[in-house]
């Protein structure tokens, strides 16, 4: 029983890192089009985040984290808005480094891997459930 209970503790946390990251591409996709309000502003800078494997010495047992939440540091696409009060001397305005498809992408991505990990907890779930019916 003991290994069905580290199975669900390593796929809880796979789940929180799944949800991590849909947090992540939610605000990136929010976003999107965020322009800057003067010539010399930046628009919003895309962010991306990285996983870790960490020893969780209670299970003894390897688990997910998220090791940190960055910045692309891609250059900002160019958009000619001479009217735009962010527009340069040549009227482009920079616009935020943020391609919608790839935050979908990735956002599919993470739902399918936080739907694959509580599957996983379920099926450790039932498992238990059937040992506890069998000692009785």
């Known amino acids: 029983m003991d290994e069905l209970n580290k199975a669900s503790e390593i796929a809880i946390s796979g789940m929180k890192a799944q949800a991590e990251r849909l947090r992540v591409v939610s605000e990136n996709l929010a976003n999107a089009d965020s322009l800057p309000t003067a010539p010399d502003l930046d628009p919003y800078r895309r962010k991306i985040l990285t996983f870790r494997n960490v020893l969780d ?56 891997s936080y739907e694959a990990n509580l599957d996983v907890v379920n099926a450790s779930k039932s498992m238990l459930a059937s040992t506890v019916n069998l000692l009785r």
């Open 57 to 112: 010495k209670e299970i003894g047992a390897d688990v997910v984290k998220v090791d940190k939440v960055d910045v692309d540091r891609s250059q900002f696409p160019k958009k000619y808005e001479p009217n735009h009060p962010a527009a340069d001397a040549n009227g482009y305005v920079l616009t935020p480094n943020v391609n919608p498809l790839i935050e979908i992408m990735d956002m599919r991505e993470a739902q399918r």
